[in-house]
């Protein structure tokens, strides 16, 4: 006996650890299913208020009351019970524990502006040395840009092409990589290009915006769209927006806006475009690196081996 | 588990009673009784374990009841099984404090009932006039409840129903 009732105490510590835990959740809905029955039955066997003697007015309200509070918590019960079901079926759905992953994921890596003419002679001769103690040959140093540089390189996960921005503007792409600093190819540069869209936003809310894609090229002190056949509906004051990221679809990265579109001789718009950010104003950097989901990757590879397995 | 089984019965048919009317019975004034009887009529461990599992299944739908409750009711049932086993009216050593048999499903159900209560009447959250009337509805119906049970115990030990070990 002492024993039984040791171990209802336990027992009892343990509900009660459990309850603060919140895992009676199930049990508490089995239990009031199990009494369930019982109770209806014993409700329908409740004596009617015409067989009930001498019971006054405000008696009978009450108990009328009492009667849709009655049949409300039941009502609620079920819901209850039928809610609880409901989750317990999701959760063991396999679609509750799939959820959707890109299979590219943009890292934002941020740099510095760290020289914007090229590598000053005094950091020069201290890359010199240190990529001496570590066996690195002249290109790996980048010792000869003549542009602007950023203080992160291959080391940090860059590469040549990456697209570099400002907030979400466009302000070049690196155009080569040392160990430990990049060159960065503003979006004027003439070796610049580009595959962009232009985005015409109507006047009237209602109506949906056009878009035309073209290739923007850096014209030395700004930047031009070309390609844009002359079907194409341009006008002053449309923005110029990526058509992808290193050739993935991605978010729209902001270039400039339209400040003159003139119709050519060859039939095509000759469309001139401010850019969004100039090199000159700003310090501080991101540079778009594309990154696989590993994860979802390493997943799907064991997906199937499992299948076949099964 | 003949055992085990009648006093599931039991408890399921008072706690079913219990939630139909819950404006007229409040919980654990049929439940206790039922329970303090059928763990002083089996005096063994399996009935007061199965009592406590009872009490605690009984106490995770209602909330309100304090979780030491089974505790404090399977070992008081404990305590006053062992003293009925020993038989002290026998022995000629009974004291003050070894109350009558017949007190002990009372006395159970007076424990249980101040662990059903008493967090009503510290708890602020419950309005007073509230515990107070459910405390009153409690003893009407528990206590002729024991006594009654208590009558029958007695009137089945007398006519050679009960079981002694």
Known sequence: ?310 | MKQVLWITMLAWGAVTIEEARPDLIPAGAILLPLLAAAMLWTTSGTGIFTGGVILILAGIIRPHSHFLQPAAFAAAAAFLSAYRQADPWESGQRSFLQPPESAHPLILVCIGATLLFVPGFVNNSESQTLVWNRTGQFTVIAIPLTVVLTALMKLAGELGLRRTV
């Open chain 1, 1 to 310: 006996m002492r024993i039984a009732a040791c171990a209802v105490i336990v027992l009892s510590g343990c509900v009660e650890a459990a309850k603060h835990l919140q895992l009676l959740d199930g049990v508490q809905v089995a239990i009031h299913d199990a009494v369930s029955a019982g109770r209806l039955i014993a409700v329908a066997m409740r004596p009617s208020k015409h067989e009930t003697s001498g019971i006054g007015p405000g008696n009978r309200d009450n108990d009328k009351e009492t009667q849709i509070l009655e049949q409300q918590r039941r009502r609620l019960m079920i819901e209850n019970s039928r809610l609880h079901n409901e989750l317990q079926r999701f959760r063991s759905s396999p679609a509750s524990s799939q959820t959707y992953r890109p299979l590219v994921d943009y890292e934002l890596l941020p740099a510095r502006i760290l020289s914007r003419q090229g590598l000053p002679d005094a950091l020069a001769s201290l890359m010199i040395d240190a990529g001496r103690a570590h066996g690195l040959t002249h290109r790996e140093l980048v010792l000869d840009a003549s542009g602007m540089l950023l203080d992160q390189g291959s080391d940090a996960g860059i590469d040549d092409g990456r697209i570099i921005l400002t907030g979400s503007t466009v302000v070049g792409r690196v155009e080569r990589t040392g160990r430990w600093v990049s060159q960065l190819q503003p979006v004027t540069s003439t070796d610049f290009s580009a595959q962009v869209r232009l985005i015409h936003r109507t006047s009237q809310p209602s109506s949906s915006n056009s878009s035309t894609e073209g290739i923007l090229e850096g014209s030395g002190g700004g930047c031009r769209v070309v390609g844009v056949p002359e079907t194409a509906s341009v006008s002053v004051g449309d923005e110029v927006v990526s058509a992808d990221i290193n050739g993935i679809t991605g978010p729209p990265l902001y270039y400039g806006t339209v400040t003159q579109a003139e119709f050519q001789s060859a039939g095509e718009w000759l469309i001139t475009v401010r850019p969004g950010a100039t090199t000159t104003e700003i310090e501080r950097v991101v540079v778009v690196v594309p990154k696989l989901d590993m994860e979802r990757i390493t997943g799907n590879q064991m997906d199937p081996e499992q299948r076949r397995q099964l």
